[in-house]
């Protein structure tokens, strides 16, 4: 039976976490920053020593192939990202990068020889750090997102997404980084939940069956400010009063559909000029809108629409509301979900269907392959912070289950 190598996994994992902008524990990599790079090196040297053919495309999404013994059928796909948000952990990703490197040397080492070529992708700037967009290379790579990003994202600095990636020796037309429905026979992503139910409910194995995508807003409220002492209170039109209105419309919109799967968020909420003895002029407000049912999501955000228009004309404030994003979220290849389950059975591991409220690469993967996603446990829910952890014992597992998957999926 194929086994993944604790020691030797644990050790890289700690290795990558080392590479970090920030000081342990915290892990912070910004995509093409120099601790990026390094890190990127890195993935490259362990790819190399397991015998992967490497190559880059023009946003720096690399990828490590195994050939099969069929060069003419699709390949069957794994992977992850690298890159952490600053103050993040060592597991957010990482476990599906270097745990698919562990995947491919263990059943490297079982004898196995795949029909299907098995590709390991490390995706460039999953997280939205730099440049404001989340799943930045698998956008690109399916199509979600065109080439004319390369002149239009820029990062705080004010730099454009082309002048950074070249910056870092990533060049190349950006239209040549998109691939074709079909590329791919199946991705796996192997990640830890993010979430507290593996952990709570004691099981090591979690089969993701939909990935709920969100729509972002950005809302800029502008009303009327003064002292605070000497405007009255019916002559108010209050910019943050308007904004909170409309943080608890997205709410009260979310709980009406009778989904558990419906969340809104408002986490963001900026307020000018800050102080105490004077009434808001101006509020900015983020709302992040998701579901795995996007007819649903899309409902929540024609109610929040239809209530910002009663609240600018109840409280006379003037209110612009930005789409910024609405993805559609994505249900997983039933194939890709039975390799899991079988994988699973064939090793004794306790295993639950879930849906996955994070989004990752595998939601735009999804455009261009059947995916599926496979959750290991990560202590007390946490992530994208310090203390974020996945045990040995459940990275080991999650590593052998995508393996055997792997194997099954190769084979077909």
């Given at each position: 039976?194929?086994?993944?190598?604790?020691?030797?996994?644990?050790?890289?994992?700690?290795?990558?976490?080392?590479?970090?902008?920030a000081?342990?524990?915290?892990?912070?990599?910004?995509?093409?920053?120099?601790?990026d790079?390094?890190?990127?090196?890195?993935?490259?040297?362990?790819?190399?020593?397991?015998?992967?053919?490497?190559?880059?495309?023009?946003?720096?999404?690399?990828f490590?192939?195994?050939?099969?013994?069929?060069?003419?059928?699709?390949?069957?796909?794994?992977?992850?990202?690298?890159?952490?948000?600053?103050?993040?952990?060592?597991y957010?990703?990482?476990?599906?990068?270097?745990?698919?490197?562990?995947?491919?040397?263990?059943?490297?080492?079982?004898?196995?020889?795949?029909?299907?070529a098995?590709?390991?992708?490390?995706?460039?700037?999953?997280?939205p750090?730099?440049?404001?967009?989340?799943?930045?290379?698998?956008?690109?790579?399916?199509?979600?997102?065109?080439?004319?990003?390369?002149?239009?994202?820029?990062?705080?600095?004010?730099?454009?997404?082309?002048?950074?990636?070249?910056?870092?020796?990533?060049?190349?037309?950006?239209?040549?980084?998109?691939?074709?429905?079909?590329?791919?026979?199946?991705?796996?992503?192997?990640?830890?939940?993010?979430?507290?139910?593996?952990e709570?409910?004691?099981?090591?194995?979690?089969?993701?069956?939909?990935?709920?995508?969100?729509?972002?807003?950005?809302?800029?409220?502008?009303?009327?400010?003064?002292?605070?002492?000497?405007?009255?209170?019916?002559?108010?039109?209050?910019?943050?009063?308007?904004?909170?209105?409309?943080a608890?419309?997205?709410?009260?919109?979310?709980?009406?559909t009778?989904?558990?799967?419906?969340?809104?968020?408002?986490?963001?909420?900026?307020?000018?000029?800050?102080?105490?003895?004077?009434?808001?002029?101006?509020?900015?407000?983020?709302?992040?809108?998701?579901?795995?049912?996007?007819m649903r999501?899309?409902?929540?955000?024609?109610?929040?629409?239809?209530?910002?228009?009663?609240?600018?004309?109840?409280?006379?404030?003037?209110?612009?509301?930005?789409?910024?994003?609405?993805?559609?979220?994505?249900?997983?290849?039933?194939?890709?979900?039975?390799?899991?389950?079988?994988?699973?059975?064939?090793?004794?591991?306790?295993?639950?269907?879930?849906?996955?409220?994070?989004?990752?690469?595998?939601?735009?993967?999804?455009?261009?392959?059947?995916?599926?996603?496979?959750?290991?446990?990560?202590?007390g829910?946490?992530?994208h912070?310090?203390?974020?952890?996945?045990?040995?014992?459940?990275i080991?597992?999650?590593?052998?289950?995508?393996?055997?998957a792997?194997?099954?999926?190769?084979?077909?």
């Open positions: 039976m194929l086994t993944a190598n604790r020691a030797r996994l644990d050790g890289e994992i700690a290795t990558l976490a080392a590479i970090s902008e000081a342990a524990p915290a892990v912070t990599r910004i995509v093409f920053s120099a601790c790079l390094r890190a990127r090196a890195y993935f490259k040297e362990l790819a190399h020593s397991a015998g992967l053919a490497l190559r880059e495309d023009a946003v720096g999404n690399t490590a192939r195994w050939p099969g013994s069929e060069p003419g059928l699709s390949a069957v796909a794994t992977g992850s990202h690298i890159d952490a948000i600053p103050n993040a952990g060592a957010d990703g990482t476990v599906g990068v270097l745990g698919g490197i562990e995947a491919i040397r263990a059943l490297q080492a079982d004898g196995f020889v795949p029909r299907r098995i590709e390991l992708i490390l995706f460039t700037s999953e997280e750090t730099r440049f404001g967009i989340g799943c930045l290379g698998s956008r690109l790579m399916s199509g979600s997102l065109d080439a004319s990003s390369g002149s239009r994202l820029r990062d705080q600095a004010g730099s454009t997404l082309d002048e950074v990636r070249s910056a870092a020796g990533f060049t190349g037309p950006l239209e040549t980084v998109r691939m074709a429905a079909g590329a791919y026979s199946a991705f796996v992503e192997l990640h830890i939940e993010q979430g507290p139910l593996l709570r409910e004691e099981i090591p194995i979690g089969i993701v069956t939909a990935i709920a995508a969100p729509a972002s807003l950005r809302i800029t409220i502008d009303g009327e400010g003064g002292h605070a002492g000497a405007v009255l209170m019916p002559q108010r039109h209050d910019a943050f009063l308007a904004a909170a209105e409309i608890l419309a997205a709410e009260a919109a979310a709980k009406a009778g989904a558990i799967d419906t969340v809104a968020t408002a986490g963001v909420c900026e307020v000018f000029p800050g102080a105490v003895n004077s009434i808001p002029s101006r509020a900015s407000l983020m709302l992040d809108i998701r579901d795995i049912d996007g999501r899309d409902s929540v955000l024609r109610s929040v629409d239809a209530s910002i228009a009663g609240i600018a004309a109840r409280r006379g404030v003037r209110i612009a509301t930005e789409l910024i994003n609405a993805d559609d979220p994505a249900s997983c290849g039933p194939a890709a979900i039975e390799a899991l389950r079988e994988a699973a059975l064939s090793r004794n591991l306790l295993h639950r269907e879930m849906v996955s409220r994070a989004y990752h690469d595998s939601l735009f993967m999804a455009r261009i392959a059947p995916v599926a996603m496979l959750f290991i446990p990560c202590r829910g946490y992530s912070r310090p203390d974020e952890f996945a045990s040995s014992q459940h080991a597992q999650g590593v052998e289950v995508l393996a055997e792997l194997r099954r999926l190769s084979s077909a």
